[in-house]
């Protein structure tokens, strides 16, 4: 288990990926949120990918002012984040089972979140 956090969002799409064996949850839609994310325990900066649900994506972006636009079934920030939003989400404890890379990107599943 690790404790990260989501720093930026580059997108948002419904999971398509096959094999992959969520814990949280397995029988509910998962969400693929790409983006940057700090790695608590390693303070690390690195690019990353969250698998999460509807629920705790409202509760991540709950009253942050986060406007998100859908294209192609994809969802992206209206307009570039905030050093405020940034910080505000960057608060957000998202407790994460980690799931391996693609690429050069880390993966995780959400378990908790948590302020």
């Known amino acids: 288990m690790a404790d990260i956090h989501l720093l930026g969002i580059k997108f948002i799409e419904q999971n398509t990926q096959d094999g992959l064996e ?3 949850k397995p029988d509910v839609p998962k969400l ?3 983006g940057t994310i700090l790695i608590a325990a390693e303070e690390e900066e690195d690019n990353g ?3 999460l649900t509807q629920k705790q994506l409202n509760q991540i972006l709950l009253n942050k002012d986060v406007d998100l636009k859908l ?8 307009k ?6 940034i910080k505000k989400i960057g608060l957000v404890t ?5 799931l391996g890379t693609a690429g050069d990107v880390r993966c995780y ?3 908790k979140i948590s302020e």
């Open 80 to 85: 570039p984040l905030s050093k405020e939003q």
């Open 94 to 98: 998202i407790d994460a089972e980690y």
């Open 32 to 34: 693929k949120v790409i």
């Open 22 to 24: 969520f814990t949280y």
């Open 109 to 111: 599943e959400a378990l």
């Open 49 to 51: 990918c969250v698998f």
């Open 71 to 78: 294209v192609d079934d994809t969802w992206t920030p209206a």
